[in-house]
């Protein structure tokens, strides 16, 4: 495994309290394989992001679970050897990537900075693996790219720029969060084909996060859907389409329309802060199929395919890759278990 995150909690300090964002989460990440996490603004994709390198923003903690990196638990590396890890074996492309970007300073020292902060002292080598790097990632013209400014870079070609500088270093792993949400669909289908070749090419696994199921499907082999903090299903992209397991996996595809709110959107519920402070299912204040038992608890995981999670190709690590809940498709909802679309008429 690349990645493994057992039981990852993370809570937002106000005052004297701590209030519960994320909730106990587990979830792995194999050699060379790209993993979605999907979920509605607020549910808490981009706090599990930021918890993996270590960047949580101040008042926001991690209140437990383990996260291991290449086999090591990064909870116990000093804030040092975090920053060493960060941009070599491990980085990260946001949704707004001129913010990432220093506008005082052109693109190409940008990235040969990335090279030169891991080591990397021949001048001539690093322009070298500059200009190559902005070929992978179809930047056109890269000597004239390498001279230019951000705001020379239209959108698309910024993201190829933060494209470039996160995987430089060939990193084992890349995290994406919501990075073609900001763009136009002509960009966003081509980052998505870049970040596929990137995979590809450098074996780059990827955790892809986004709002957007459509653009997921395009990307991932396998799925985590994610809601108020917890991860409420999961399981190959493909299955979850075809039958998702969990009440609002079903309402996110649109595929049945739900009830009682007939093509109305789901309205926000931010994690943790609005809405159930209780440990049951957290949906259930706007699930139609809601029973007493999906209050009193959160339900266990149940599904189909509870064989090894990663036997499906070479690029897959074998390996025991789940103790956390049963591998394959499963889902935290008490209809997962039944049959066929039991209870839900
Ligand atoms: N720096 C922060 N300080 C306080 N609350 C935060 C901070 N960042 C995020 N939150 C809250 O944590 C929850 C999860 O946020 P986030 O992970 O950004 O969601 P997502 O990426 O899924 O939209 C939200 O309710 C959000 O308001
Ligand atoms: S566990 Fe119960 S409340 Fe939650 S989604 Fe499933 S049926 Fe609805
Ligand atoms: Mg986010």
Known sequence: MVL???????????????????????????RGEILGLVGESGCGKTLTALSIPGLLPPAVEQTGGTIRFLGRDLGARSPRELSRIRGRD???????????????????????EVLRLHGE????????????MMEHVG????????????????????????????????????????????LDLPAQIQILSLLRKTNQELGTAILFISHDLSVIRRLCGRLLVMYAGRIVESGPVEAI????????????????????????????????LKGRAGDGCPFAPRCGYAESRCEAAFPEAAGFDAGPAYETGPAYETGPA????????????????????????
Request: aromatic share 6%.
């Open 241 to 272: 389409f075809r039958k998702p397991l969990h009440e609002y996996t079903r309402l996110l595809l649109g595929s049945i329309p739900s009830r009682d709110r007939k093509g109305r959107p789901l309205a926000t519920i931010p994690a943790g």
């Open 90 to 112: 491990l980085s990260m492309v946001f949704q707004e990537p001129a913010a990432s970007l220093n506008p005082l300073q052109r693109i190409g020292v940008q990235i040969a």
């Open 4 to 30: 493994d995150v057992r039981g990852l909690s993370v809570g937002i300090k106000r005052g004297t309290r701590c209030f519960p964002v994320i909730r106990d989460i587990s979830f792995g990440i194999a």
């Open 139 to 182: 930047l056109p013209d890269p000597e004239r790219i390498f001279r230019s400014y951000p705001h020379q870079l239209s959108g698309g070609m910024c993201q190829r720029v933060m494209i470039a500088l996160a995987v430089i270093n060939r990193p084992r792993l890349l995290i994406a969060d919501e990075p073609t949400t900001a």
């Open 322 to 345: 789940y103790e956390t809940g049963p591998a394959g498709h499963w889902a935290h909802c008490v209809l997962a278990g039944r049959g066929k679309e039991a209870g839900r008429g």
């Open 121 to 132: 002292r021949d001048a001539a080598l690093i322009r070298r693996r500059v200009l190559d």
